[in-house]
């Protein structure tokens, strides 16, 4: 048998040059991925004009932590390949969506059990929960925020809601009881009115809207079981807009829009799979035109109405594309008339932008 001896002196040449060898090899492993021919194929995306020099456009999309964190560097993706990539938290089967004053995107995840916080100002991500053996949230739905930026979760399993602070510390549960259940049967939409100061939470089981103040006590209930004006039958998500609470009204197959003492306004609607109807009505938003949006999960839809109920315009279909949904569920519509559309299946967010007529300066003439 041969041995190949080395000096103390030649060891330490052959780690060198093994250290060289090995950070060119990885050096060469990124440049080749980064070299890659890449398809010159645009990637349209979807644009809709609309009467009166009005449009909608498509913006962006995003599903996980990494898309929101800065660019890593070429060291950074160095050490990437020797230890691996880090874990970047993404929505699993998201159900809702709602922003803050500082434009951060909050997206509930029921099979998380926790919240997605998105802000692509700062760069930064965070994932809130609150895990304990009793009063833990465990199936959150819908959220809302007041006017300091406090976020408010219904847990259609507890029954609860659940308040954390702008930095996702959590602060108390609104509705527990003693033993550690819930007021509420299925605690599911919820919407906040910064005027009065009052919480909307709708109970689907019970076919009631809970009117609260902001400690949690039950000022007003609005609607019962039926199908009248102002009545329901599993009532979901909701949204306060310019001084009208708007209810989709599930297993009716339509939107009621109501004033916030419960008074009925108008309804969109009706049972059917066709254009301007609807048979699993989820998200709704108003935009700054007072124009109505309701996402249709079947059908992965959204219709847009005006105030008599007619259809105005409709955008989406069947598909992992951009623009294309599978069974869609929240929506959400800002300040600045950007769409958020809960792509839940295929576990991401579409942000669309709203375009409506230009403003007139004041004391214009035509």
């Keep these: 048998m041969v041995q190949f001896l080395l000096s103390s002196r030649a060891k ?17 492993t990124i440049a080749y991925g980064s070299s890659k021919p890449k398809s010159n194929a645009p990637v349209l995306a979807p644009q809709l004009e609309l009467n009166g020099g009005r449009k909608l456009t498509y913006e ?29 938290h993404g929505m699993t089967a998201p159900y809702s969506v709602v922003t803050d004053s500082h434009d951060r995107i909050i997206v509930t995840d029921p099979p998380a059990s926790g919240l997605h916080i998105f802000d692509f100002a700062q760069q930064k991500y965070k994932f809130i929960s609150h895990v304990k053996e009793e009063n833990g949230l ?3 739905q819908c959220a809302a925020v007041d006017s300091s930026d406090n976020i408010y979760v ?48 709708s109970d689907t089981l019970r076919n009631e809207i809970f009117v609260l103040d ?23 998500e909701l949204r306060i807009h310019g001084g009208e609470l708007i209810v989709v009204d599930a297993m009716n197959f339509r ?26 009505p989820k998200g709704v938003g108003m935009d700054s035109e007072g124009h109505l949006y309701v996402v249709e999960s079947l059908s992965s839809l959204v219709q847009v109405f005006d105030h008599e109920g007619n259809l105005l315009y409709y955008f989406g279909q069947k598909g992992t594309g951009l623009g294309e949904f599978v069974l869609p569920t929240g929506l959400f519509i ?30 214009a003439t035509r």
Excluded at 68 to 88: H, S
Excluded at 214 to 236: R, S
Aim: positive net charge; charged residues 25%.
């Design 12 to 28: 330490g040449k052959w780690r060198k040059s093994l250290l060289a060898a090995s950070v060119a090899l990885l050096m060469a």
């Design 60 to 88: 962006r999309i995003f599903s996980n932590e990494r898309e929101v964190k800065p660019k890593r560097g070429f060291w950074t993706r160095v050490v990437d390949v020797v230890a691996g990539e880090p874990f970047f």
């Design 138 to 140: 465990e199936s959150p």
């Design 154 to 201: 219904t847990d259609s399993v507890t029954g609860k809601i659940f308040v954390f602070d702008p930095s996702g510390k959590f602060r108390r549960i609104i509705g527990g009881l003693k033993g550690g259940e819930g007021f509420f049967k299925r605690a599911t939409g919820i919407a906040i009115d910064p005027a009065s100061q009052r919480i909307y939470v």
């Design 214 to 236: 902001m400690q949690g006590n039950v000022l007003q209930t609005i609607g019962k079981t039926g199908t009248e004006n102002g009545e329901f039958n599993f009532p979901t």
């Design 255 to 280: 939107v009621q829009v109501l004033g916030l003492d419960g008074s009925f306004h108008y309804a969109v609607g009706r049972l059917g799979d066709g254009r301007g109807e609807f048979f699993r």
């Design 334 to 363: 800002d300040r600045s008339d950007r769409i958020f559309v809960v792509d839940s299946y295929n576990g991401r967010v579409q942000v669309f932008r709203y375009f409506g007529l230009p403003k007139r300066a004041e004391g």
